[in-house]
């Protein structure tokens, strides 16, 4: 296991991309169950906002900055990342082309209905030979007879490795209170919109917007109902910087 870096309270990994996938495979070889959790700025201030969400976050093995806010705030606070940003979405599918041709099997949930059945045709055209076996939508109930019924259809599946796509911090939330019961699943992912990118149904931001540290900002083109919640970063980031004048 990598190094951790602590991030106002997340404690993340020190990994590169490729470094993450090897992991995440070195778990599910050994049989050991493991969480991947993919926090940006965002979600490291829901944190900091609801101190209780700190024992969800932090209960998975693997955590990525996926977010050039957390790459900055590392470099602001003195501890930089250095392999830098580490994309879920991109680990989500490179992880899926390492799977290709093993005997691993994949179970996608969450997206909107129709949304992981076309994220499961695409993957299984560009990558032959990996085993989707299942998918259900993130339409259910979250507690209750409707969470008893996601959990039985992921168990009866057999899958090895569970995509969760609920959003956060709904999906960090759901796994940390569902593992135990996830009887074969040695791998939970959580991977935000994922699959609506997977799916082509949502398209990443152009290369040079990701390589300048601005796809947030294409993101907020693209909706402008996002703005709310971007209001979360300069409170993230400036508060990042009096952390790191008054060590509070």
Known sequence: MSDRINIRGVNFCSISLPGAVETLMSYLK??????????????????????????????????????????????????????GKVAGIEVGEKLIEALAGTDYTVFFLGGKPGVAEAAVEKLSEKYPGVKIIGCTDGYFKKEGAENDKIIEKINESGADVLYV???????????????????????????????????????????????????????????????GRMMSLPKFYFGTIKHKLTNK
Request: hydrophobic content about 40%; some cysteine.
């Open 165 to 227: 796509c609920l959003g956060a911090p709904a999906q960090e939330k759901w796994i940390f209170a569902n593992r135990s019961r996830l009887t074969n699943v040695k791998l939970l992912l959580a991977l935000g919109g994922s699959l609506d990118g997977y799916s082509g149904n949502v398209k990443r931001a152009p290369k040079v917007f990701i390589d300048l540290g601005l796809e947030w900002f294409y993101r907020l083109i693209c909706d402008p109902k996002r703005i």
């Open 30 to 83: 050994e049989g050991k169950q493991a969480a991947l959790y993919t926090p940006n700025s965002e979600i490291v201030q829901m944190c900091i906002d609801s101190p209780e969400l700190y024992d969800v976050i932090n209960s998975a093995e693997v955590i990525v900055p996926d977010g050039i806010g957390v790459v900055k705030a590392g470099k602001i606070l003195g501890t930089p990342f250095e392999h």
